[in-house]
């Protein structure tokens, strides 16, 4: 049996002043994890990951972390499943190398929508990678704008939300007028919305969304009132496009600008959303780097995205100094 070369890339890792401190990165954060170290100023070091001819995952790092408290910069971004067994493997190979603590900073944390079984027989997958992380040896949990905090309750290790609010709404400041309002597309996102709206000091409408599958949502009503207002339309993250074309068609028929702004801190994205969006009317989209850009060339609708690079560095920082995260989330 011939066995062809194995798939092999670098990945970032790196020790600041704290000299038992090292960063490692996941292949879906390699980019976020370039400018996280760029505002911590950080000796950047090696590690590799490696996927076999067969599709399995191997890593090893190229530096000692006996001892270390290793920061995992890693997100659970498309495609999910390679990138969670990433994490993983790089948690696992830290464990085994002896390092004293294992802080995982999972800036898109996948299958976080499946929080409950809605009564029927799926799985909890938030739950299950809940289960997962901590067998891998993770002693320490950050999320970014988690689809929802009650996920901190899967697991039995500190959890720490970071939120991309105030960096998301200093970028769309400029495009608020008299009369704007924050929309959240479903319940789900009222506390986002209520988040935006006091900082800006907005007022919310809601829409009352309904999930009839994979990418088929209904918006039955909205509450609040949207008549003659710029909306924008806030929520965790895009994946279709198909709760912002919905939540755009029903503030359209309550009376709002026909024109949409909208901010989401995962921009998810998958093929032929930001076409979706631009055709229903958004005119501007706001979005995090939490995932790696996954735009389209040519599409009509170009997402601005803000950095939470400065915000993970910060977070760094406090964790490596033992200080409180909370002004961050
Ligand atoms: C759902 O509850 C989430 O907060 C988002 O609204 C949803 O996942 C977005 O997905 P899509 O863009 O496919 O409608």
């Known amino acids: 049996m011939s066995v062809a070369k194995p798939l092999r890339m670098e990945i970032p890792a790196f020790s600041n002043g704290h000299t038992n401190a090292t960063l490692l990165a996941g292949s879906a954060s390699r980019s976020l994890a370039d400018a996280v170290e760029r505002e911590l100023g950080c000796r950047l070091a090696a590690a590799m990951i490696e996927r076999f001819p067969d599709g399995e995952v191997m890593v090893c790092l190229d530096e000692p972390v006996r001892g270390h408290e290793v920061i995992l910069l890693a997100a659970t971004a ?15 190979a830290c464990r085994r190398a002896d390092a004293a603590r294992i802080v995982s900073i999972i800036p898109y944390f996948g299958y976080a929508r499946s929080d ?50 105030p960096v998301l709404a200093n970028a769309f400041g400029s495009h608020i007028a008299t009369g704007a309002v924050i929309v959240a597309p479903d319940f789900g996102a009222i506390r986002l919305a209520n988040r935006y709206a006091t ?15 994979g990418a088929e949502v209904s918006v039955g009503r909205i509450t609040g009132d949207v008549s003659g207002c710029l909306c924008i339309i806030v929520d965790d993250m895009i994946s279709t496009g198909g709760t912002i074309v919905e939540s755009v068609r029903v503030l359209n028929e309550a009376g709002a600008l026909p024109e949409h702004v909208v901010a989401a801190t995962h921009a998810v994205l998958v093929p032929g959303a930001l076409e979706k969006m631009a055709d229903a009317g958004v005119r501007a989209l706001f979005v995090t780097d939490s995932i790696e850009s996954r735009a389209e060339s040519g599409a009509r609708l170009t997402p601005s995205v803000v950095s939470v690079a400065p915000l993970i560095a910060t977070a760094v920082a406090r964790l490596l100094e033992g200080g409180s995260l909370r002004e961050l989330a």
């Open 116 to 165: 409950r079984r809605d009564g029927r027989r799926t799985p909890i997958m938030a739950s299950l990678v809940a289960e997962l992380v901590q067998q891998a040896g993770i002693d320490h949990v950050v999320t970014l704008d988690i689809h929802t905090p009650a996920l901190e309750g899967f697991f039995r290790i500190p959890v720490d939300n970071l939120t991309a609010v």
């Open 78 to 92: 498309p495609p999910v499943n390679e990138h969670l067994v990433e994490l993983l493997a790089l948690a696992d």
């Open 199 to 213: 900082k800006l000091g907005l007022p919310v409408a809601v829409c009352h969304k309904r999930r009839l599958g």
